[in-house]
């Protein structure tokens, strides 16, 4: 494992009564290739005048890099002087040193400064592991005297530490920071796949990558790229996940589509962004009403009474319905196009359903509204279905109703409700333990 180092110095850096201070411990035990070390304005003088830290830290390993950030804080008290700088330089780490563990040293400093570093192991976006470093003796350690840069002769007490003794063992320790920091953004990626934001969670667990497990990361990856649709995407998680079958339960290829569809519109009702929702479950609704026109017409098709113009709609050949379909002149002969409301009068003339309606009702009631919606730019609000006697969830259970009669037989209802089963995978996910 490749290390570096971000630190801050304090009273007891760099070596304190015949030991190393906390910073030059974990310099020893995990042998950093590059240190970067926060200075206050006095710690900034001290390095300029003697340099006791750099040197500390090349006496131990002599090729380390080091970088030192001076900065003019003169009260080492204040925490909100630090936060800010902290989170600033742990980025500019994490760029400089992409392939590298970021060691956050959090026993150096004042109090404040412990806290501040602690805090950016628990909510910053880049992962980092935090070392703590216990005193010589396990206990506070106020009665031992500091390392004084002007009189002491650093060489003499780096040669002499008991901390270079064979025996002598390492005081650092991880603490369960991480493990808070693994709660958080875990209950902050439950939250956004509640809302079904799923932009959100994979940016989340992208950035958390270490702290979960593969499946957890892969199912995330998968509904997110679902939801863009990158059908080519979701299908490589899914079969990395062992879970294409299941995932992907349909074969036949129009089916496929039509569900897919429907779960993309669906995910926009459940998100609130109704006037997309509309749209696209208008748009199923026009393409639903297609497929079962050309269906009931039998040989020929809907070509038989009508013609693609070149926007890719459909323009009534009268002379054709006439010679195909005489039966369907009553109910077209003062049309141009064969829009879905013409569709659904062709449907019950033709007794599509048993009960003697087409099934699209609801929707064509809705005709005008989606005019104005695709022609004035008016944005559609649940009271505007409110008005129309109906509501999105009936419009919802309306195609669903539909596109299982039409294509019934290729589908089982589970895959309407795709992304709820996935976001219970994913929950269940993210308690997994990741394998080191």
């Given amino acids: 494992m490749k290390y570096v180092l971000f630190s801050a110095v304090g009273a007891s850096d760099p070596v304190r009564g015949s030991y190393d201070g906390p910073m030059l ?116 350690n106020s009665d031992i005297p500091h390392y004084c840069a002007q009189k002491d002769d650093l060489e003499y007490e780096l040669e002499n530490l008991m901390d270079n003794l064979a ?29 079904w934001g799923y932009v959100g969670a994979y940016i989340l667990i992208c950035d958390n990558a270490p702290l979960f497990a593969e499946r957890a990361k892969l199912l995330v990856e998968h509904a997110y790229l679902r939801s863009l649709p990158d059908e080519k995407g979701a299908r ?44 696209r479950a208008y748009t199923l609704a026009e393409y639903l009403s297609e497929v079962e026109v050309d269906r009931a017409l039998g040989v020929g098709g809907i070509e038989s009474i009508a013609r693609k113009t070149s926007s890719g709609g459909w323009e009534i050949d009268h002379l054709k ?33 048993q009960n003697g309606l087409s099934g699209y009702e609801k929707i064509t009631t809705l005709y005008k509204l989606r005019n104005n ?37 290729h589908i089982k209802p589970p895959i309407f409700d795709t992304f709820t089963r996935l976001n219970a995978l994913i929950s269940q996910a993210l308690d997994d333990t990741p394998k080191n």
């Fill in 25 to 140: 411990h974990v310099v020893r035990h995990y042998r950093p290739y590059k240190v970067y070390l926060i200075l206050t304005a006095a710690m900034a003088q001290k390095e300029r005048d003697t340099s006791c830290y750099s040197r500390a830290i090349l006496y131990l390993l002599p090729d380390c890099e080091i970088d030192l950030i001076f900065t003019e804080i003169e009260n080492a008290a204040d925490f909100d002087a630090f936060h800010d700088l902290f989170s600033h330089n742990i980025s500019r780490i994490r760029k400089e040193n992409p392939d590298a563990s970021i060691l956050l040293n959090l026993s150096s400093g004042t109090p404040q400064m412990k806290q501040a570093m602690s805090l950016e192991v628990i909510s910053h976006h880049v992962i980092t592991t935090p070392v703590q470093v216990s005193t010589p003796a396990g206990k506070v």
């Fill in 167 to 195: 025996e002598a063992s390492s005081r650092c320790s991880e603490p369960g920071l991480v493990g808070q920091r693994k709660n958080i953004v875990k209950n902050q990626i439950r939250d956004q796949i509640s809302k």
């Fill in 236 to 279: 490589v998680a899914a079969r990395k996940l062992g879970l294409h079958d299941e995932l992907y339960p349909i074969r036949d290829a129009v089916a496929h589509n039509v569900c897919e569809y429907f779960l993309l519109t669906s995910l926009r009702l459940k998100r609130g962004e109704i006037t997309d929702f509309f749209l």
């Fill in 321 to 353: 319905a006439a010679r195909n379909h005489p039966n369907l002149l009553p109910v077209i002969e003062n049309q141009k196009y064969l829009n879905i409301k013409e569709r659904e009068a062709i449907l019950i003339k033709l007794e599509a359903r």
């Fill in 373 to 409: 919606c695709t022609h004035s730019l008016q944005s559609v609000s649940v009271a505007h279905f409110t008005k129309e006697g109906t509501s999105a969830k009936e419009l919802m259970q309306t195609l669903q109703n539909l596109i299982l009669s039409i294509f019934g037989r």
